[in-house]
């Protein structure tokens, strides 16, 4: 059930644009994604819930296909404030609270 | 950010000894949760608390008992514990029974020697 995120990792220049894809075998309730930086804990960026949707905040936006098994995160004009790893996390159906993480994905801006 | 809390930040102990981790969260959701962060796993969901009742238990070794006397506290006891078991163990709350952000505390890094 968990789901396969990739790249496994990425190495941008400053002001580069990177792509993180997660995707399930099964059609999804939600999906949330969270961006972790070196020993401190997961911090939020948001969670799609529509298939077909899209969403985000400054220069962080993310979407939903439409069969609801695929969100990629999209991360434009990067700061070296953007690196960590990113975390997406799957709900398979509603109403129990349980969040399966994928592996990772390592984001590694410099300037 | 002091929304969730864990005590304490960094635990060592030996296998034979049993131990506690401590989380507190200061925003009023009823969802609390579990994780095991290991360097070689992804975070690994343990156990789901909401309304103070667990709802999910991932086939988690009986080693780590938890336990929810409010919506606000939530304990892992451990005991016996393996090498393997070493990790950092994060807290997260959330409001709602799905699609909830979730709030993490900052973790507690655990050495099992």
């Known amino acids: 059930q968990q789901p396969v995120q990739s790249p496994q990792a990425v190495i941008l220049r400053e002001g580069e644009d990177a792509v993180i894809n997660c995707s399930s075998s099964?059609?999804?309730?939600?999906v949330h994604w969270y961006r972790q930086k070196h020993g401190e804990a997961p911090i939020f960026l948001m969670i799609?819930?529509?298939?077909?949707e899209q969403k985000g905040h400054d220069k962080i936006s993310a979407s939903f296909n439409e069969k609801k098994q695929q969100s990629s995160l999209y991360l434009t004009a990067s700061q070296l404030s953007y690196s960590g790893t990113y975390f997406c996390?799957?709900?398979?159906?509603?109403?129990?609270?349980?969040?399966?993480f994928g592996a990772g994905t390592r984001l590694a801006v410099h300037p | 950010e002091t929304g969730v809390t864990q005590t304490p930040r960094h635990l060592v102990m030996g296998m034979t000894n049993k131990k506690s981790l401590k989380c507190e969260q200061h925003?009023?959701?009823?969802?609390m949760y579990w994780y095991k962060q290991s360097a070689k796993k992804p975070l690994e969901l343990m156990f789901v608390?909401?309304?103070?009742?667990?709802?999910e238990n991932n086939s988690v070794p009986s080693r780590f008992s938890p336990e929810c006397p409010n919506s606000s506290h939530l304990f892992l006891h451990l005991h016996t514990l393996q090498p393997e078991d070493s990790a950092l163990y994060l807290c997260?709350?959330?409001?709602?029974?799905?699609?909830?952000?979730?709030?993490f505390g900052p973790g507690t890094r655990l050495t099992v020697t």
């Open positions: 997260a709350s959330s409001q709602g029974t799905s699609g909830g952000k979730q709030y």
């Open positions: 099964k059609a999804l309730y939600s």
């Open positions: 799609l819930l529509k298939g077909g």
């Open positions: 996390g799957t709900e398979i159906s509603g109403g129990y609270n349980k969040l399966i």
């Open positions: 925003l009023g959701h009823n969802a």
């Open positions: 608390y909401n309304f103070k009742e667990q709802t």
